[in-house]
C-alpha cells in the first residue's frame, strides 16, 4: 500500500514552460486536493476533486489546471510557469462517507523552482 | 471569508506540556483539525474535534469550542522528535474544503 504518490519530486522550469504534476493513491478515496506550500504561509488549497470527472476551485488555483480522469488518479497543469509558482506543491486525499470527510493524507510533495 | 490564526513559535522544555492555541473564522464550520510536519516533510494528521470537548491520542489532546471558535492542541511528556511545525485546519461549508492555518513551529530544548 504505497498511500498517495507524487511524481516528480523535484523540478526547475524557466519562466513561461508548462509541466503536469501527476499524483496517484491506491486507497480508493473519492477527494483529492492540490495545495501549496510557501514559507510562513501554511498550506493553501489551489483546486481539488470529490469524485472521477469532477473538479473545483481553491483559494489559489489563478494560473493552474487540473483533471481527474481516473479515481486514483489527479494530476495538475501549468501552462506558463511563472517565478511566482516557486513553491513545494503536496497532493492529498481523504475518504468521504455520508457527508463526512475525514482525514487527509498527503503525498511527499514536489519542490518545483521557476526562474 | 475565512481565516485562523496560531502563534509562530512556541519554545519548550523536552518531557514538559506545550499548548498550541488556534482561533478561527469561518462560514460554516465541520471540524478542526490538527496536522504535524517535520522539516522537508509531508504533512501527517494528529487528530480531529467536530464537537465541543477534548479529543486525546497518546501524548497527544485536542480541543475545541465552537462557541469560542477556538481550539487548542496541547502536547505532552514532550520529546526532541516532536520538534516540528503544527498546523490547525478548520473544514468549512461543503465539508471538503480544508483552510490550514499559517502553522506554529515547536522547538523542543534538551
Redesign the interface.
Known amino acids: 500500500n504505497a498511500g498517495v504518490t507524487q511524481t516528480p519530486k523535484f523540478r526547475v522550469l524557466k519562466t513561461g514552460q508548462s509541466m503536469t504534476l501527476l499524483c496517484a493513491q491506491d486507497m480508493n478515496h473519492e ?1 483529492m ?1 492540490w ?1 501549496r506550500q510557501d514559507p ?6 489551489i483546486h ?1 476533486s ?1 469524485g472521477e470527472g469532477t473538479t473545483a476551485k ?2 489559489v488555483p489563478d494560473g493552474y489546471n487540473v483533471s481527474r480522469l481516473k479515481k486514483q488518479n489527479f494530476l495538475l497543469g501549468l501552462e506558463s510557469a511563472a517565478p511566482s509558482q516557486t513553491s513545494v506543491y ?1 497532493c ?1 486525499s ?1 475518504y ?1 462517507s455520508s ?11 514536489t519542490r518545483l523552482t521557476v526562474t | 471569508g475565512q481565516s485562523l490564526e496560531q502563534p ?1 513559535e512556541v519554545t519548550a522544555v523536552e518531557g514538559a506540556i506545550v499548548q498550541i492555541n488556534c482561533t478561527y473564522q469561518t462560514s460554516g464550520f ?1 471540524g478542526l ?1 490538527w496536522y504535524q510536519q517535520h522539516d522537508g ?5 494528529l487528530s ?1 474535534n467536530a464537537l465541543d470537548g477534548l479529543e486525546e491520542t497518546g501524548r497527544f489532546s485536542s480541543f475545541l469550542s465552537r462557541s469560542d471558535s477556538y481550539g487548542y492542541l496541547l502536547l505532552q511528556e514532550l520529546q526532541m522528535k516532536d520538534s516540528a511545525s503544527y ?1 490547525c ?1 478548520v ?1 468549512g461549508t461543503g ?9 506554529t513551529r515547536l522547538f523542543v530544548k534538551a
Open positions: 477527494y486536493y495545495y510562513g504561509m501554511g498550506l493553501r488549497l481539488y470529490v481553491g483559494e503536496f492529498a481523504s468521504s457527508g463526512i470527510t475525514y482525514e487527509q493524507y498527503f503525498g511527499p510533495g | 509562530s465541520y483539525s516533510g509531508a504533512p501527517t494528521f480531529y498546523f485546519a473544514r465539508g471538503f474544503k480544508t483552510i490550514f492555518g499559517a502553522g
